[in-house]
């Protein structure tokens, strides 16, 4: 009877405890997903830097999780897009890039992360083209072709590394075969992308079908 | 086991039941709102953004004493211990403002930094290359900002009533000897560095950094790119040459190496020169670079440079022109930079570096020789970090040997000189952030001289204020030396460094890509070298002088949709008593006025990078003995009208064409006067004029890399 007991309360004990776990990681996916939403929907400075500040109270309390430094990133990208100041923009990609350090620290083979530092990139040269293309279109490009590597079905590697390629064409007046076809490659990957994670990024879609109707 | 299961769920209601209620405000120093702030309640879930006013409240189910911590961009982290018992709490956050980069003013009296990483530059780097009229040389495109004197048969930088040696060369931090390639009289050299291997520039005007020593007047300190990221093979056709780089690019670091050849030969046959050549220069250069990252946070960095170059030329006497005299130069440069950066922790770094620079020239002139060897040590270490964020140091250590040793024969007889130096020097430096509008910057130099046996210390100190969210108002002081012309202190070892005293008042506003900046200066020479009696084998520091002047920059690429232009403007009161003035006079090297317009147009239709420099100077004295005055001739105005033209057939392809003075107008740069008079008691003269009216040059540049849209642009 004893022993029934004890064993009863150690099932019991682990049943809680793996109970909490559940719980907990419940709780993480069910916020990240309903900030996840409010991010990609957010269009003014202010809402986006409300859903990152989202992201970075659940960084400060998960520290072992890349989503929410990397969707804080994401937000920062996004706000750096939509502000006209260059200090500014380049205040917000400074804070991008601090959260995709740390989000390439707790998932160093994770794809996405590596593509959103390109992306950061792409982002820094456009603040300046004129100065900066010289320095920052190789390490973009470079960066974006990493991502690919990494995961040849990543749709955003693909996605950005196009426009890029686009972006580059264009400026020389150079044929735009090349970003073209990688940005069918991108729509391709998105239709069929699939992730295991609920977390995992969707966005860049509607994005690559803009700069692909660029293509003739 | 009941009890267990009750136990859970009693504490789990308990959880769920008790909610309590934080609120509160965040404002700043004056009680302003800060907007957007992030309220967190630690290790937890639970927090808010406070509104465009600084209010916030937010509902928590956690119990006990937790932290709450506010973070806003700009200032520092706030912590506050709070008791969660279901009562309402309320916080009052008042925000410290953190000292950062971005809000921080800078100082920018005398100084411009070219960069293409830092925000708030004037001037990029990729200005220097593109500059019309400059050909990719950094001292020209310098030449377009205020605070220089074009000087148009030397080509070198001229700064502030300054002469040519007082602007000092510095890359990574380590000294260059000699930075200016050989070039035959009264023709324009060219800097020995190319420009697109450098990330940054500072060019400062006067009142710099206590780390830069031996220079009076200005200091040029270039930072030399980091790894390449791509391997690539450059090929270039000149009309004056050709070259071929190879880069090779691995993880982590990269190798470069290139070959050039030019030959000015076929060009002065074609182009009819007022140069007499028997031989026009021709070079052969040889560059290699190496940049190894070290760990995550080191890296390592060599330079070298090889330089073989060769030019002969008949020099016509001034009475008679049939009379001529045969002038070779033969030149041999080495400079070596080995360079280290080593990022500690978060709050310092340390660097430094060794150079090495060799200098040979092989001169005859007639039938007589010359030989002049310079060969010079720099070895330096820095510490730079943050004590708190309100105090920055930079502090160093350096030594500078330089063995000089000049012989000369002519019709049997032979003199021989030279002077080993060395010079040993520490600096500090401290910058005190009062916040973010207010800055001072205070150090000093320390150095001692073998030659002199003499321990000197120089203050340097300098003052920012930002007015307003756009400007700002900076002024600098500092005591600068400088050791004597090797020419000089090779006849007397005892020679003191000659001294200058800078003072600079600046008042600059950038808003968004247009700056306006307006500077106005005091700069005083004492101790230059001087002749006694006139007699150039009898020197002492007996010599001084003045220079004042106001300058004026304009730079705007918004207002003209594609075009980006700047102006400068300066103006010059200088005069000095030195070598053998007689008194007090304006030098023959200073105008009074300097006007330049650079702009830079894109036209994306035809692929076409258009540049064009106009560059207007007053005119310049020149000493004619057959006055009574020193220095009292003046020659005409000088003018310059530069047009430059890059064009991508294709992305991997440029064809680059460039022409300087495209007015052919006759420039006269001074004149030259014979030894003696002539049957009327007249001394004969000579303008000193351009070589030819225009410098043409037209160059096909390709690059062959993985990655097909790279080009050389960058570097033109």
Known sequence: MKTINFLALVAALIFAVSGTALANDDKYTQTMQKNIQAVYQAQSIPDIQTAVNTFERIAAAEKTRWEPYYYASFGYIMMATREQDKERKDTYLDQAMTGIKKAGELAPAESEVVALEGFAYMIRLSVDPGSRGARYAPVATQILNKAVAMNSGNPRAYSLLGQMQYGTAEFLGSATTEACATLDKALEKFSTFASTNPLAPRWGQAATEKAKAGCK | MKAVFTAILFFTHLAASGQTRIAGRVTGAAGEGIPMANIILENTYDGTSADAEGNFQFMTTETGTQTLV??????????????????????????????????????????????????????????????????????????????????????????????????????????????????????????????????????????????????????????????????????????????????????????????????????????????????????????????????????????????????????????????????????????????????????????????YTRAQNNMTYDNRHGLETEKGIHAKTVLEGSLSDHVEIKTGTEVISRDYAWAADSAGSSLSQGFHEVLAAGFAEADLYASNKFVTRAGGRLEYNNLTRQLSIDPRLSLAYKVGAHGQVSFAYGRFRQTAKNQYVRVNQDLDPEKAQHYILNYQMMVSDRTFRVETYYKRYTDLVKYINGDANQLKNAGKGYAKGIELFWRDNKSLRGVDYWVSYSYLDTKRDYLNFPYKVVPAFASKHNLSVVGKYFVQAIKCQLGATWSYTTGRPYNNPNTDAFNGGKTPAYVDLSLNLAYLPRPSVIIYFSCTNLLGRNNIFGYEYSTVQNAEGIYNSRPVRQAASRLAFIGIFITLSKDRSVNQLPSL
């Open chain 2, 70 to 355: 506010v973070k806003v961009m700009g200032y520092k982290e706030y912590r506050h211990a709070v008791n969660l018992d279901g009562k309402p709490v309320t916080v009052a956050v008042q925000l410290e403002e953190a000292i950062n980069e971005l809000e921080a003013v800078t100082i920018s009296a005398g100084a411009f930094t070219a960069s293409d990483e830092s925000r708030r530059t004037v001037f990029k780097a990729i200005d220097i290359a593109t500059t019309a009229g400059a050909t990719a040389d950094i001292a020209s495109a310098l030449n377009t900002l205020p605070g220089t004197q074009k000087v148009g048969e030397s080509g070198r930088l001229f700064v502030r009533g300054g002469d040519d040696s007082e602007t000092r060369t510095f890359i990574d931090g380590m000294v260059v000897l000699d930075a200016y390639s050989p070039s035959a009289p009264n023709t324009p050299s060219r800097g020995r560095f190319l420009p697109f291997m450098f990330k940054g520039t500072s060019f400062s005007t006067g009142g710099y950094s206590a780390e830069y020593g031996q220079a009076l007047s200005s200091a040029l300190a270039l930072d030399s790119k980091d790894q390449a990221e791509s391997t690539r093979t450059d090929i270039g056709i000149l009309s004056v040459g050709g070259d071929v780089a190879h880069t090779q690019a691995w993880d982590g670091g990269s190798a470069a190496g290139k070959l050039q050849y030019t030959n000015l030969r076929p060009y002065m046959g074609l182009i009819d020169q007022r140069i007499d050549w028997n031989n026009a220069p021709a070079s052969l250069e040889g560059i290699a670079a190496f940049r190894q990252k070290v760990g995550t946070d080191a890296i390592v960095k060599f330079y070298g440079n090889m330089n073989h170059s060769d030019f002969s030329l008949y020099q016509h006497d001034i009475d008679d022109s049939s009379t001529k005299y045969y002038y070779r130069l033969q030149n041999d440069y080495q400079y070596m930079n080995g360079f280290y950066k080593d990022i500690l922790n978060e709050n310092w770094l340390v660097r430094g570096g060794v150079s």
